[in-house]
């Protein structure tokens, strides 16, 4: 017995009680204590208007949430194959072919998630320790934090306005090193709204491809744009690896539900590491999104892309008048990236005051990257117009 004892003291005294030290370096989001104070203040009785949240305001369109009803009633509720129904798969295959005109074969496409199980599966598929990953700064804070758990370095490679937010073959060479295998960028970005036109991606894929580095674009704002032209990188690059998601565009954020699309060659292992990883991404979200593809679910979805497209012609007029700087065109996703310099040299302080004294809740920009983002903010249209004037009133008062 007191051998047992001293045996459990020991391993007491041993045992850290601390994660592992290079977790430290995984940040949280910054939007999540913008929230968590916002909602702490309507507690308090304050009306706060919300541009912090990166999810759309409309609940998921009825065709789909009666998909997932009949699936529940019909039983449908077993683990599916790792790489997700067949159906689904073939329909997202569809999908590409109508919109890009590709041959995506539904083997390459696997069913994850959210985008975020398909980013954290691509990146045990394609990033090993000590690799460098290059990425935008600004990008979604998650894809960094992906790259750390890794044991990997992502390469912050600083974009500017009058490129539109978007790296040229040049920036990303300015980056790179011995130890880069990589390039993951987004089109439409997060936070910035920006994209990759048709030859930029040309230009990324040829080279990257004759540099030996992989190529991944993050498609998840595919539909939620505002240009009639919006390629996938597979159009130009068919070993380009892709993340989408039913989260943006088909409203379904808390279903979970993303897809990815890999070259022919690594099927195998990816089907392996989704076994593996979370066996499979939820049957009854597979079901419903089924039913996103009928017709009568597009007008549903497009109308509401039209509704985006009215709060930020709003938004960019509003905000351009009120001194904010914006991209030159924000032409997808729900967000304004906003030069405050004007106001501020700190954009955390500026959030925080107006947040407390205003009661309009924005993202600052240091969550998305470190380059400008002391001056920089995030303003998300996820809210109604008649929410967003309220914000603006606020934000004359604030500044004038
Ligand atoms: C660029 C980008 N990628 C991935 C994600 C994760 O989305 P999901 O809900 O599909 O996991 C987000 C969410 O905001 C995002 O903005």
Redo the contacts with the bound molecule.
Sequence with gaps: MTQELSTQENVAETRSGQPRAALASVTPFRVMSVMQRAHELECAGNQIVHLEV??PDFSTAQPIVEAGKAALDAGLTQYTAATGLAALRGKISERYRLQHGLEISPERILITP????G?LLLAHLLVGQGDGILITDPA?P?VRNFIKLRDASPQLVPVVRAASYQPSVEDLMAQRTDATRGVWL?SP??PTGTILDRSQLSALSAWTRREGLHLLV?E??HGLHFVDDLPSVLEVDDSAFV?N?F?KYFGM?GW?L?WIVVPEAFIDTARTLAQNMYISASSIAQHAALAAFEPETQVILDSRREEFRRRRDYMVEELTALGFVLPQEIAGAFYVYADCSKFSDDSEAFCKRMLEEYGVAMTPGTDFGDASARTMLRLSFTTSMAQLQIAIARLRAALA
Excluded: H
């Design positions: 990166g999810e959210g985008a975020s199980g980013l979604y998650c987004a970005n997060n993050d998840i704002y993340v998601s989260s954020t979970r993303g």
